[in-house]
């Protein structure tokens, strides 16, 4: 147990300062090429912080655990919307571009509504349990190359280039190195986070779902969590929203996609609930920034996002 606290602390000092890291030599790579902060974000940043996520899933499908691999996913897309966007408008409020609002928003929801009528086939078609095959595996990564389609072309076209900043461009093999150094520490500190909570949690017999719907979840959301938030605080919010919405479409449609094409997966302990409050999340997240923000998250709103989320973990928790 002592040891399993440890590595947690040693996980969470390696997140943050790859976050930090990541954040810096990525953006001075974007600036140099001529790309936006909010295609980094929504490519290379959000696929390195998604690294463990993509780890776990796929190896907990190798290893017939669905529980913990579709648990993963779920929870860590609630926490990214919650918990990401609150914390890091709590900070300093959120302003969401109106691109994202017609485009790539859309597409979070989109994921999350593919994945709530996959997870309905139980009464859909009268199936025992509900189950994601390999069908639904490659049309999800079908999906996820319609996504890629779409970004690269954005970038190409100049359609969500940003006004250049000012700041001092660090020299490429510094912005290369801060980049890789920055990814390992966050993909070998998140590794670290998780088998080290999973270790605590399993010791105090808590189910594989709900691990994966927690402890795992939220671990493997530390690098989001921790690059959003730092970008925000450096003024990037590209990274910030970016970063968030590039994982949140990652995570169904890539690491979803690969997990159950390399085994059909039962959602196991991953409830209706679970998958609703996903869709639900995913609605007002857009809501909240066109409808009532006016294109701005603001701390109040960011606030609430938090709360949804701690009401979660509790009746979660409460039920396991």
Do not use: Q
């Amino acid at each position: 147990m002592l040891l399993n606290i440890v590595f947690l602390v040693v996980g969470l000092a390696l997140i943050l300062w790859g976050a930090s890291a990541l954040t810096d030599g990525a953006s001075s790579i974007a600036r140099r090429m001529g790309v936006s902060d909010l295609i980094v974000g929504l490519t290379v940043v959000s696929f390195g912080t998604s690294a463990p996520e993509l780890t776990i899933s796929v190896m907990s499908a190798i290893d017939g655990n669905a529980g913990l691999a579709v648990g993963n996913i779920v929870g860590s897309n609630i926490f990214n919307i919650c918990m990401i966007i609150g914390v890091t408008a709590l900070i300093k409020p959120v302003h969401v571009e109106r691109s994202l609002m017609a485009n790539e928003i859309p597409l979070v929801m989109l994921s999350s509504l593919v994945l709530l009528v996959m997870g309905c086939g139980v009464w859909l078609d009268g199936d025992a349990e509900a189950v994601l095959t390999r069908v639904d595996g490659l049309i999800l990564l079908l999906f996820f190359a319609v996504f890629m389609r779409y970004v690269f072309a954005s970038a190409k076209s100049g359609a969500d280039a940003e006004e250049a900043t000012e700041e001092k461009i660090m020299p490429v093999w510094r912005a290369v190195l801060m980049t890789l150094l920055g990814l390992a520490a966050l993909i070998w500190g998140g590794d670290r986070f998780v088998d080290s909570a999973s270790g605590i949690a399993s010791s105090l017999g808590i189910s594989d779902a709900v691990i994966g719907l927690t402890i795992v979840a939220a671990g493997t959301s530390l690098p989001e969590l921790a690059t959003s938030v730092t970008a925000a605080m450096k003024g990037r919010t590209g990274i910030a929203v970016g970063n968030v919405i590039g994982s949140n479409i990652f995570n169904i449609f890539m690491v979803l996609g690969a997990s159950a094409t390399v085994r059909s997966l039962p959602f196991a302990g991953i409830g209706m609930p679970d998958l609703l409050l996903l869709a639900a999340v995913s609605v007002l997240f857009w809501l909240v920034a066109r409808v009532w923000g006016h294109h701005t998250i603001n701390r109040a709103e960011g606030g609430i996002l938090v709360a949804i989320y701690v009401a979660y973990m509790w009746f979660t928790v409460a039920g396991a």
